[in-house]
């Protein structure tokens, strides 16, 4: 097949492409125009991709909001939290499942896929009951454990296969040397993890971060313990919706997600990868 008939056949494929991204990034891009355009040009009957004024107002008022600081604090510490407990929990898991022999270890792996097929709502009701029943409503731990419950099936199945693919003679190598099963361990394999943790880190992140419907339903009295989603719910009253400090409020909810992502990129596509080969 020469060159020129190549470039022809993927012609169609790299227009598929550049329309994916176009709808994919189109809401995203609508989303930050709108936050710097001045409040007559949202409400206008003629909508303008590209705003002829751009203003601030809508940042200034989103960050001067009440609770702007208390709920950031409230996500940072859920999302962090909830991350760090699935992975600790979530390597141990992996490291059994990859390394060691014992009985019931596939129907394990098999319950952590149900885990991960099921959808993040259909346990809502149980878990109110649940906290309910042991005085843990309106308490930040409560969101921090759900959202480790929600992302640890993740963690561990990209895990367990990205470490199916460290060799375990390297540990052995280690042991000879002197080295525990833990030491060689933490010595050998764990740097060798590093992309599949960042990429089950940024997973989690993302999850905790962008998370509703626990927030708002296990977060009723205590206000001051709500996160940043429910928090942008404030911007709507009676008289309707200020879109602009809507917009503006969502654009720095992004903000953390997109940094980590930018960088992590290289790490969290070779994580994935590596966890679909063997996972």
């Known amino acids: 097949m020469t060159l020129p008939s190549r470039r022809v056949r993927r012609i169609p494929l790299n227009a598929a492409a550049v329309v ?26 003629e909508p303008r991709l590209v705003p002829y004024t751009w203003t601030l107002d809508h ?16 996500s940072i510490l859920v999302t962090l939290g909830a991350v760090l407990l699935s992975l600790v929990v979530a390597l141990g898991a992996s490291f059994a499942v990859a390394r060691l022999r014992w009985r019931g270890r596939r129907q394990f792996m098999l319950l952590v896929f149900v885990a991960q097929m099921a959808p993040w709502e259909s346990p809502i009701i149980p878990v109110y009951i649940i906290s309910r029943d ?4 309106d308490r930040l731990p409560t969101l921090t454990l759900v959202y480790f419950m929600i992302t640890l099936p993740f963690t561990i199945v990209v895990l367990r296969g990205f470490l199916a693919t460290i060799p375990p003679e390297l540990e052995e190598a280690a042991q000879v040397d002197g080295c525990t099963r833990t030491g060689a361990f933490v010595k050998v394999a764990l ?48 008289f309707g919706t200020d879109w602009g400090a809507t917009m503006a409020a969502s654009t720095l909810f992004a903000l953390p997600a997109l940094v980590i992502f930018l960088l992590l990129q290289r790490h969290v596509t070779s994580g994935f990868a590596a966890g679909a080969v063997k996972g």
């Open 20 to 45: 994916t991204v176009v709808v994919c990034l189109f809401p995203v891009y609508w989303m930050v125009s709108t936050a710097f355009k001045p409040s007559r040009d949202i409400q206008s009957a």
């Open 59 to 74: 940042f200034r008022r989103a960050v001067q909001a009440d609770g702007f600081e208390l709920f950031w604090r409230n």
């Open 134 to 137: 042991t005085d843990m409503l």
């Open 191 to 238: 740097p060798l993890l590093a992309p599949g943790l960042m990429a089950t880190s940024l997973f989690g992140f993302i999850t905790a971060w962008n998370e509703f419907a626990y927030a708002n339903f296990l977060i009723i009295k205590q206000q001051d313990n709500r996160t940043l989603p429910v928090w942008l719910s404030s911007f709507q009253n009676t």
